[in-house]
């Protein structure tokens, strides 16, 4: 019991705090009446909502840290929310490993922090790893967590929270899906055009 209501007073505490911020990030900017070219109109959008999906695993990071200690808890809830932890540390890795990847190919020599974290926001293979990271925690939340009655029942509130959570990040990793069909499709298109201007002027040369 002491757990849970330790849990319960935290998470009031943070809900207090999360309504105080006014946080733009969850509601990403629209693009519509943009005169942008489509190019960069899909790399505005992936930096945003990359931001919107590090900020919410920002969050579910908080809530995680309110579960605190699991010992009376059943063995199979504990793996559940195992698998979050271990989900939780392998997204951390790779966050800092691109980091670390994008300050070297830009020769910057210093200590990471969050402050660093812009560098990966338009950053294609960060994004495509991390996309698919967060989609396997949402998948555990919602298919594994959720239905635990066990879990519902010593985390009440955290259990909400983690739902809401889950839904935000589905939806921001499919509007990042889109966004990587459209640019996929876009590079298709690209190509098959530079390759019909090829064969279009062997064929002029040929006559």
């Known amino acids: 019991m002491g757990s849970v209501c330790s849990a319960q007073k935290n998470q009031s505490k943070l809900n207090r705090e999360l309504k105080t911020n006014n946080q733009p990030y969850l509601q990403p900017s629209s693009l519509v009446g943009q005169s942008l070219p489509l190019e960069n109109k899909l790399e505005n959008a992936l930096d945003q909502y990359v931001q919107d999906l590090l900020q919410l695993f920002k969050r579910f990071c908080m809530f995680l840290d309110l579960v605190g200690n699991l010992d009376q808890l059943p063995q199979h ?73 066990d879990f519902q029942s010593a985390f009440p509130i955290l259990a909400v929270s983690f739902e809401e959570e889950a839904l935000k990040i589905i939806s921001i990793v499919e509007k990042i899906k889109n966004i990587q069909i459209i640019a996929m499709r876009k590079g298709s298109s690209q190509h098959s055009l530079s390759i019909n201007q090829l064969q279009q002027k062997r064929k002029s040369s040929q006559q």
Do not use: G
């Open 77 to 149: 809830t504990r793996e559940k929310i195992n698998s979050c932890i271990i989900a939780k540390q392998n997204i951390s890795i790779i966050i800092q490993n691109n980091i670390k990847r994008v300050m070297r190919e830009q020769q910057i020599i210093k200590r990471i922090d969050e402050s660093d974290y812009y560098l990966i926001y338009n950053d294609n293979k960060f994004a495509s790893a991390f996309n698919q990271m967060m989609q396997k925690l949402s998948n555990i939340i919602i298919t594994d967590l959720k239905p635990d009655e």
